[in-house]
């Protein structure tokens, strides 16, 4: 069972199953179920990071959940910066870690 989801039989608004489905993240093969954000997709794999910020390296994931931070961006069928936390995952999505390097300060 994934981390975050209970028995259908113990949730007392008893959803409908969801798909599942299958994204592609750094080449690799993540599965989540119909409805969950890139992010939550990864949350539930048991991966907390997947982003380095530009000045030391330390990893980032969700840190806001809502949109207004930008901790989750990864890029998504090569479309840059996008927030893992409002992207719904679609089956076959590839996602790819993005780790930009700090501008270089010309004078």
């Known amino acids: 069972m994934s981390p975050g989801l209970f ?4 949730d007392g608004i008893r959803p409908a ?4 489905l299958s994204i592609s993240v750094d080449g690799k093969t993540v599965d989540g179920l119909a409805g969950q954000t890139i992010a939550g997709v ?3 794999s048991g991966r907390l990071a997947w982003r380095k910020t530009s000045s030391d390296g330390s990893p980032r994931g969700v840190f806001c959940g809502i949109g207004v931070c930008f901790d ?3 890029e998504v069928n ?3 910066d ?3 936390c409002q992207r719904r995952a679609r089956d076959g999505d590839q996602v790819i870690s ?3 390097p700090l501008p270089e300060v010309t004078e």
Do not use: K, T
């Open 98 to 100: 993005q780790h930009d």
């Open 7 to 10: 028995p259908r039989s113990e």
């Open 17 to 20: 199953a969801s798909d599942a």
């Open 72 to 74: 989750c961006i990864v």
């Open 78 to 80: 090569g479309i840059r």
């Open 42 to 44: 990864l949350l539930g």
């Open 82 to 84: 996008v927030r893992a």
